[in-house]
């Protein structure tokens, strides 16, 4: 006969229980999860933002909230919590909402990669204003051409927000 689990074998620490912990936090809030990992040795990463600019303050209470939930008596844990980060690819629908007016480079499942300003972004699809070197009848050199290109949120590999330093 098998040994019952122990409490701490059968209270594992996983994405959901951590969600479970913030959810209280995100009512009548504009603050959201963006990511949550949970990774070998119980290393917890906990990516949020907010609508209007998240603060320390934010961080803090996303922090609290989480250690005040679990017990290192029963099962020790690290505990990371941060803005997503610049660089760091969109993951989750709202990320698009909030970053309307951005730049972004754009790579698409077919391979393409498109740069320039999301304009807008709805339940469906984003929309990316940018600039392409083409022929144009009557010119002898390749002009500068206004485009945009609507893409569904199932055509988009990946979506990062640049930053120009000109």
């Known amino acids: 006969m098998e040994a019952p689990l122990s409490f701490a074998e059968y209270h594992m620490i996983t994405?959901?229980?951590?969600?479970?912990?913030?959810?209280?936090?995100?009512?009548?809030?504009?603050?959201?999860?963006?990511?949550?990992?949970?990774?070998?040795?119980?290393?917890?990463?906990?990516?949020?933002?907010?609508?209007?600019?998240?603060?320390?303050?934010?961080?803090?209470?996303?922090?609290?909230?989480?250690?005040?939930?679990?017990?290192?008596e029963v099962e020790?844990?690290?505990?990371?919590?941060?803005?997503?980060?610049?660089?760091?690819?969109?993951?989750v629908q709202r990320q698009y909402f909030k970053n309307i007016g951005r730049n972004v480079a754009v790579k698409t499942i077919d391979g393409a990669k498109i740069?320039?300003?999301?304009?807008?972004?709805?339940?469906?699809f984003i929309q990316v204003d940018f600039r392409e070197k083409e022929l144009v009848p009557?010119?002898?050199?390749?002009?500068?051409?206004?485009?945009?290109?609507?893409?569904s949120y199932d055509q988009i590999k990946e979506t990062k927000i640049t930053i120009s330093f000109k």
């Open 76 to 91: 020790d844990f690290s505990l990371e919590v941060s803005s997503p980060g610049v660089g760091k690819p969109l993951l």
């Open 138 to 151: 009557g010119k002898k050199t390749k002009q500068w051409v206004e485009k945009q290109v609507q893409l």
């Open 15 to 72: 994405k959901d229980t951590v969600a479970a912990f913030i959810a209280p936090l995100l009512v009548d809030s504009d603050l959201f999860v963006v990511d949550i990992q949970v990774n070998p040795g119980n290393a917890i990463e906990v990516l949020v933002d907010r609508d209007s600019g998240l603060t320390i303050d934010d961080c803090k209470k996303v922090s609290r909230a989480v250690e005040g939930s679990l017990d290192r």
């Open 115 to 124: 740069e320039g300003t999301m304009t807008l972004a709805n339940a469906e």
